[in-house]
């Protein structure tokens, strides 16, 4: 194998069309990141445990093997010109054990940080970038001292792990307290935490930046629309004042620096009604707020993580058209294709899923439009997605 790697930071020096991208993870992202590289001429490889998973459907080949399987990495590695993954709960020292045999330009580094939500928030004010208050908390007595501190309500968040609102729970008062100390006497335990104070945000927002280890770009900065702590709306771009899109780019690009960012780095943040623009997470990936990018962009997510590992130039994104996406979860896939037939200006994209379950990403859909808000209220008007009004808006 020719070498890959730069003395420096480990990137890839522009690997060339007919080598093997492999990657860990076969869902939908890995899916949209392989179908971006076959078309600049990768081969692609993936690793996951279900046969023929959404990645692997697209994929040359398919590696079956749990995701910290390192005998299964190994054979990855060895099949491989350059590993990336397609989230983050991927163990970082498999990886280090075998990039003696592939690049992995993306490094663990990136890994390690977005993997430990004190190491997250630590690295970002260290680049002087407001996070929410937050205070790390191992036990009930260090919860109880941080609340005293950041006062109810506030966010209580496992320190690894956890998706879509899963290992979080929101404090507003002692009786939300009682329940996580009931919940450790049956025997839950207490795992390594952190408090976060709430954040009284006008709307939550991101932004995309990617990198090749020494140049970056960045995407515009989106609105999004959480249900049941489930992404349901982008809207792009997000109507912003000038001020605070700068903001949010010169802090994309602070970050895609502090970590020499090779593939794209997703940035989820919270706007304040005073203007304020305060980093919520990290995603060392292409991200769900990001699908927009296929249709309105003239480089989307997902090619420019695949130009970045491959050590390839980015050009700055331009927003060619405002976009609203949509996801569709397990329960709106009936209802969403009755209708294709009558939404040609629909961009749908299915995820090959085997089974459909409640609440499962399966696909989204992607409108092209002059007026955000009137493509809203046209998705929503459709009834698709009535399960995820707010309540008070529920026929």
């Known amino acids: 194998m020719p070498s890959l790697f730069e003395e420096t930071h ?74 990336t993954y397609e989230f983050e709960n991927v163990d970082a020292e498999s990886i280090d054990e075998v990039r003696h045999l592939v690049a992995a330009p993306q490094g663990t580094d990136l890994l390690r940080v977005t993997q430990d939500r004190i190491n997250e928030k630590t690295f970002i004010n260290q680049h002087g970038i407001e996070t929410a208050p937050w205070r790390e908390v191992n036990d009930f007595d260090e919860l109880e001292a941080a609340i005293d501190e950041l006062h109810y309500p506030c966010v209580l968040k496992t320190r690894s792990g956890g998706y879509d609102g899963h290992g979080q729970h929101v404090l507003r008062n002692d009786a939300d307290l009682e329940k996580i ?133 980015l050009i700055q994104p331009r927003l060619l058209s405002p976009a609203v996406m949509v996801n569709v979860l397990g329960q709106h896939v009936a209802p969403t294709r009755a209708l294709i037939g009558q939404h040609p200006e629909w961009n749908v994209h299915d995820y090959g899923k085997a089974q459909v379950r409640h609440n499962r990403k399966m696909g989204h859909i992607t409108v092209l439009t002059d007026d955000t808000a009137r493509t809203v209220a046209e998705l929503e008007a459709t009834g698709c997605w009535d399960d995820l009004k707010p309540y008070e808006k529920r026929a």
């Not at 970056?216 to 004042?241: C, G």
């Not at 980093?279 to 699908?291: D, I, K, T």
């Not at 420019?304 to 390839?312: Q, S, Y």
Request: proline fraction near 6%; aromatic fraction near 8%; charge should be negative.
């Open 181 to 313: 100390r009931a919940r450790g006497d049956r025997g839950g335990g207490f795992p390594p935490s952190i408090l976060e104070g709430f954040v009284d945000f006008a709307f939550e927002a991101s932004i995309l930046v990617s990198g090749n280890g020494k140049d970056y770009v960045t995407f515009p900065i989106v609105r999004n629309d959480h249900r049941n702590n489930i992404l349901h709306m982008t809207i792009a771009p997000a109507e912003v004042r000038p001020e605070i899109a700068r903001t949010a780019h010169a802090m994309a690009l602070a970050l895609a620096k502090g970590f020499e960012l090779a593939g794209t780095l997703a940035i989820e943040l919270f706007v304040t009604k005073d203007d304020r623009v305060i980093v919520n997470e990290l995603a060392p990936r292409p991200h769900n707020s990001g699908h927009y990018t296929i249709e309105a962009c003239s480089i989307d997510q997902f090619d420019a993580h695949i130009r970045g590992i491959a050590g390839w130039p």
């Open 10 to 83: 480990g990137a890839v020096q522009m690997l060339q069309p007919g080598a093997t991208i492999g990657i860990i993870g076969g869902g939908q992202l890995g899916r949209m990141m392989a179908l971006s590289a076959k078309y600049m001429g990768f081969r692609i490889g993936v690793l996951d445990p279900t046969p023929d998973c959404p990645t692997a459907q697209v994929a040359d080949f398919q590696i079956v093997g749990e995701y910290d399987d390192k005998t299964a990495i190994h054979d990855l590695a060895e099949k491989s010109d350059v590993l």
